[in-house]
């Protein structure tokens, strides 16, 4: 069974303080990461992608992946109140005729004020 | 951008009924994909498709059917639905190794 863990949380952090979020998975041919961002009633929204080893910053986001220890982060530099959402980190996999994602259950984050 | 449009928001089915979810996308993805989210349970993938009228089973298939007739509109298909298929049902597409893309959902209640 190929899995993604993540800390479900809640992570609660002051406003303008760096929130971090952690995923591992199990597959080590994964190829592809990405994080997606659920406010509450709503659909998964992407806010990175990442496919080689190192840091990817996009504005206050920085992903960071380590194929060899089968780890993959997300960094919200400065924090705001309107981050306060569930962050669902996802692994791409080849399985059958079509790529898949596997999910994480998610790690809910809320930025106080 | 990449749009991904779900028919319905919101769904009230009677149990027994047969009940017909619909997604669209613009962006001439092969695979479009059909998950279920429950609370404590995450996204759970029911049937994908890779090309049109070609599909296959997800972790969840049982008491679902798809249709892929063509290539931008993918349906998921409660052949007679029960209340255990009450949730917030998702559609996505995507190609390669892109990321996917998700609809609005449709939160569907069977009673």
């Known amino acids: 069974q190929k899995e993604v863990e993540q800390n479900s949380g809640p992570l609660s952090v002051p406003e303008g303080a760096i929130a971090s979020l952690n995923c591992t998975y199990s597959d080590r041919v994964s190829q592809s990461f990405f994080w997606y961002r659920q406010y509450s009633g709503k659909s998964p929204e992407l806010i990175m992608s990442i496919y080689s080893n190192g840091d990817k910053e996009d504005g206050r986001f920085t992903a960071q992946l380590n194929k060899a220890s089968q780890y993959v982060s997300l960094l919200i530099r400065d924090s705001q109140p309107s981050d306060s959402a569930t962050y669902l980190c996802?692994?791409?996999?080849?399985?059958?005729?079509?790529?898949?994602?596997?999910f994480g259950s998610g790690t809910q984050l809320t930025v106080l004020p | 951008d990449v749009k991904v449009t779900q028919s319905s928001r919101y769904l009230v089915k009677r149990t027994g009924e047969k009940v017909f979810l619909e997604c669209v996308q613009d962006?001439?993805?092969?695979?479009m994909f059909w998950y279920r989210q429950d609370p404590g349970l995450g996204l759970r993938l029911i049937y994908f498709?890779?090309?049109?009228?070609?599909?296959e089973k997800g972790d969840i298939p049982e008491g679902y059917s798809v249709s892929r007739e063509k290539k931008e509109r993918f349906s998921l298909i409660l052949e007679s639905a029960s209340t255990n298929q009450t949730s917030m049902y998702l559609c996505a597409s995507g190609t390669g190794n892109q990321p996917q893309h998700f609809g609005d959902g449709t939160r569907l209640s069977i009673l």
């Open positions: 962006m001439d993805h092969e695979n």
């Open positions: 498709s890779y090309d049109v009228k070609m599909k």
């Open positions: 996802a692994v791409g996999i080849s399985s059958g005729s079509a790529r898949q994602l596997t």
